[in-house]
């Protein structure tokens, strides 16, 4: 199991977000930071806003910020928003396998993705920063 780049993306902007906060970030400056494609970026974002997990200020002098403090950002729960968690074709509503009436494989499988999930919400946002990553992130406001 993976998760996909737009979940990998998506933790990375709440990092930088998060080391950042108190001063509002902008998808260019993350994008560079990250050599990520600005568009794919942008969708990245849209989602993270429609999850509740930032918040977005239009206008000039606008940009990100956390919509939270990040030790209240479960790690299970962008997983949750971001990643589709269908491993197979039977665990989603478009299901045509032949077998699925006598299959167990989705019923092992989610019990996989659950255990995998709950780990996950034992973490926060908080606890992907670091000294090194607050380094590698912070950007002085000026």
Known sequence: MYLTQHTDYGLRVLM?????????????????????????????????????????VRGTGGGLKLACAPEYISIGAVVRHLEPMQLVECMGSNNRCLISPGCRMAGILGGAV??????????????????TTRDLLYVPKI
């Open 16 to 56: 930088y977000t998060a080391v950042n906060d108190g001063a509002l970030v902008n998808i260019g400056t993350i994008a560079d930071t990250y050599s990520i494609s600005r568009s794919h970026l942008m969708k990245v974002v849209a989602a993270l806003v429609k999850g509740g997990f930032l918040d977005s």
């Open 114 to 131: 659950k255990a995998f999930l709950n780990y996950l919400d034992g973490f926060t946002l908080a606890d992907l920063i670091n000294k």
